[in-house]
């Protein structure tokens, strides 16, 4: 016959074992992400060059912006740059700031990095795309990438014989005009790449 105390004793092992099967599965599960994260970084890295630089850039007319690839553990975020000062040198060109990261690092990239800015950076350089090592500056002074600033600012217009004159949304890459259809107001995008494509 088993006595009170045995059934405690029993009890008890079985919950060491759960709580150590528990403790061995969630062991198991974090080193599988590092290995997913690792994975990911070494992946992410070979798209750019070793050698890091320090520029001065233009950010573009959208902020940051982040996506994740299936069960990829960490973010891809990029924000746009349209110009970059390198050894005096500026070039003018669309290519994308990118780099990893987790949630919190993601919000504190988004509080830092703002659209339509001048701003420090240490880059590695890729095919029309930057890996941003560290941010150094957010509000840099240079009167040439200024300029290049405020000429990006300045409204872009398409006009049609038909529809009347579009307006540039810069952050979508889309024209676009407020039309009046069956007595409500609408608006009316099109991309004029696509249609010139056609």
């Given amino acids: ?29 974090a080193g599988g992400h590092h290995m997913k994260m690792n994975k990911q970084i070494n992946t992410f890295e070979k798209r750019f060059s070793e050698d890091v630089i320090t520029i001065i850039a233009v950010t573009g007319p959208s902020g940051v912006g982040a996506g994740k690839a299936g ?4 973010w891809t975020a990029s924000i746009p ?14 290519v994308r700031l990118c780099w990893l990261t987790d949630d919190e690092g993601l919000r504190e990239k988004q509080a830092q990095l703002h659209k ?6 240490q880059v590695r350089k890729g095919e ?11 509000d840099t002074q240079d009167q040439a990438l200024q300029e290049i600033l405020e000429e990006a600012q300045k409204p872009v217009y398409y006009h049609d ?38």
């Fill in 1 to 29: 016959m088993i006595s009170p105390t045995d059934v405690r004793c029993d009890k008890e092992v079985e919950l060491d074992h759960n709580t150590y099967m528990f403790m061995t599965k969630k062991k198991n599960q």
């Fill in 71 to 74: 069960q990829a553990p960490l």
């Fill in 81 to 94: 740059l349209i110009a970059w000062k390198e050894n005096g040198r500026i070039t003018t060109e669309n």
């Fill in 116 to 121: 339509e800015s001048i701003v420090t950076l």
């Fill in 128 to 138: 029309g795309e930057f890996m941003l090592v560290s941010l150094i500056d957010t």
């Fill in 161 to 198: 014989d038909i529809l009347g004159t579009f307006e540039l949304v810069k952050g979508l890459d889309l024209f676009e005009k407020t039309i009046q259809w069956s007595n409500e107001e609408c608006l009316l995008y099109f991309n004029l790449e696509e249609d010139e494509k056609k």
